[in-house]
């Protein structure tokens, strides 16, 4: 058997599984239901997987990596304002969680995941979100005071994720508290302007309030 057939066989186990298991949930779906669904031979599953926990951990890790896939960071170089990166990333991770479809099964599984997290949640926080909270951390960084404590920074952080996030997980809610004719002038771009005008302004009173701080030091 050549390594292309492995690599397609595996490959539709997963995007099968994937599908499965973001209409039914982990417990409701059966090996024999993926095979089946995938055209593959039960003992698949055991060759590829182990067992369908891994199958299940690595269909979650691929539906959330091809979210990442909607949207990539620009290629900034060395003299790139650190204010531009934050805007840039944060239209991005917009564009990621508002611009592609909401109907497919890797944001379906994704969003069950989250709702209902298994082990498959700490996997993808270190292969996945973890490279991305380390750009975020290191443009905060530039331009956050020298004396910020890695708490705050943290902190600073998870703020500019939860403001994001939350024009996704609560978009019901939204839809039923504001008119819908000012809802639909709230684009990805309009919405990336508010969160980063909104974050720079909460820097810069840290900046104030870390000179003052440091002049009465002095």
């Not at 479809?101 to 082990?119: G, Y």
């Not at 949640?121 to 004396?147: G, K, T, W, Y």
């Not at 024009?167 to 839809?175: E, F, Q, S």
């Amino acid at each position: 058997m050549s390594t292309n057939t492995l690599d397609t066989t595996r490959e539709r186990i997963i995007d099968a599984a994937g599908q499965l298991f973001a209409e039914r949930g982990f417990e409701s779906t059966t090996v024999r239901d993926i095979c089946q669904a995938a055209g593959a031979n039960v003992a698949a599953v055991n060759y590829y997987f182990r067992d369908k926990e891994r199958l299940y951990v690595e269909a979650v890790v691929q539906a959330h990596r091809w979210r990442l896939d909607q949207a990539q960071l620009p290629a900034w170089n060395a003299n790139t304002p650190p204010r531009e990166k934050l805007a840039d990333f944060i239209e991005t991770f917009f564009r990621r969680i508002l611009g592609g479809p909401n109907d497919t099964w890797q944001t379906k599984l994704v969003m069950r995941e989250i709702m209902q997290p298994s082990s498959a949640c700490a996997e993808v926080a270190h292969s996945n979100i973890r490279p991305q909270f380390e750009i975020l951390q290191r443009i905060l960084r530039e331009l956050l005071p020298s004396d910020i404590s890695d708490e705050e920074l943290h902190h600073t952080a998870f703020s500019v994720v939860g403001q994001c996030l939350f024009y996704h997980v609560a978009d019901p809610i939204i839809r039923n508290l504001i008119e819908t004719s000012e809802y639909s002038t709230w684009d990805v771009a309009k919405l990336a302007k508010h969160v980063t005008d909104f974050t720079l302004a909460a820097i810069d009173v840290k900046i104030a309030r870390s000179s003052r701080t440091n002049g009465a030091k002095r």
